[in-house]
């Protein structure tokens, strides 16, 4: 591969910290266009079980004042920045006083798991049937059955779940209705609660891939159908290579780098998509946390996991552009 220039490695580093920065100020930027006032909706939590609360007006001063929200805009700014960039995101008003960053690091576990679980199965199932569907030698059957199962993708992966929570739950049940692992089962390094988790996982996982897999053989297809037109293909059926080796060492290997980037940019979408999936399985995870958030207005909460997420985003677009050389070799970060 060589050796990564220091001038491209400043580059794309300061491009990560730049793309990181204007994220975060939108998100800071957004919840104060809305009307709603953080504290107000604590005190309206605090009367509505109390019925009344006494000395009304010093608690809102005193919860703007924790919250920082009677500093000017400015330093507010600033302050966000600072701490956003430590990972603390303040404290959540539905839970309040526990840190946003606390729940959080409890969530993004669960979501991580889901997430490299069904986006690598899907990038992988819906890559090779993409290119078994331009495939001269694939079986005929194959290339009927392929397009046939892309009408799941057009579910949406709501309604996917729900259907898979009706056959195999409610009606088979083979898997259970909700949650992240049995409740009789201790959470720890031990083979019965990593069997109890791929158990509760199963279906949330299937709920996206059957829903996102098309994305990719799509997209595959299109890529294939190029490269199949291309001269060193046409060489290497002249020379009479074998139709799996050509598939795989000039067809998919030369089609695969744009998916490949496709694949880090698709992780914030994914997690998007997760959401709903993870709200109906009871599912721990950071797409549960932001819809609660959303209901009960617990901006500090949406503004963290929103900032987490597009830092993951980030991330991964930065690492596999450094990787790509090790993908295709007639990559050189100096050219």
């Known amino acids: 591969m060589g050796r990564i220039p220091a001038s491209y490695l400043v580059n794309r580093v300061v491009t990560l910290l730049l793309t990181v920065w204007i994220a975060a100020t939108l998100i800071w930027i957004i919840p104060r266009l809305s009307p709603v006032d953080p504290a107000e909706i604590m005190l309206g939590r605090m009367a509505s079980g109390a019925g009344t609360v006494a000395n009304a007006d010093a608690i809102l001063e005193t919860l703007r004042s924790r919250f920082g929200l009677?500093?000017?805009?400015?330093?507010?700014?600033?302050?966000?920045?600072?701490?956003?960039?430590?990972?603390?995101?303040?404290?959540?008003?539905?839970?309040?006083?526990?840190?946003v960053s606390s729940l959080i690091a409890k969530a993004l576990p669960w979501t991580l798991g889901l997430m490299l679980i069904s986006i690598t199965?899907?990038?992988f199932i819906g890559n090779l049937l993409g290119a078994l569907m331009v495939w001269d030698h694939s079986p005929k059957l194959v290339k009927v059955a392929i397009p046939a199962a892309m009408v799941f993708t057009s579910i949406p992966p709501i309604l996917s779940a729900l259907l898979l929570m009706w056959i195999f739950s409610a009606k088979l049940r083979w898997f259970p209705l909700t949650g992240a692992y049995g409740l009789t089962v201790e959470p720890g390094l031990s083979w019965s609660f990593v069997q109890s988790v791929i158990y509760h996982g199963f279906l949330p996982a299937l709920s996206i891939v059957v829903v996102?897999?098309?994305?990719?053989?799509?997209?595959?297809?299109?890529?294939?159908?190029?490269?199949?037109?291309?001269?060193?293909?046409?060489?290497?059926?002249?020379?009479?290579?074998?139709?799996?080796?050509?598939?795989?060492?000039?067809?998919?290997?030369?089609?695969?780098l744009p998916q490949i980037t496709a694949f880090a940019l698709k992780i914030g979408m994914l997690i998007a998509g997760q959401v709903l999936v993870e709200r109906i399985f009871a599912y721990n995870g950071m797409g549960k946390l932001l819809y609660d958030a959303i209901l009960d207005q617990d901006f500090p909460v949406i503004q963290g996991v929103s900032f987490v997420i597009i830092l993951m985003t980030a991330l991964s677009v930065f690492l596999v552009d450094l990787v790509y050389p090790l993908i295709d070799p007639r990559i050189r970060h100096e050219g």
């Open 212 to 256: 996102t897999f098309g994305f990719w053989a799509l997209g595959m297809r299109g890529l294939m159908i190029t490269v199949q037109g291309e001269d060193y293909t046409t060489l290497a059926k002249a020379k009479g290579l074998r139709p799996r080796y050509i598939l795989y060492k000039y067809m998919i290997r030369n089609a695969i």
């Open 121 to 123: 199965i899907t990038f």
């Open 70 to 99: 009677d500093e000017p805009l400015l330093v507010q700014y600033f302050k966000y920045i600072r701490n956003v960039f430590l990972f603390d995101f303040g404290l959540s008003t539905a839970s309040f006083p526990t840190e």
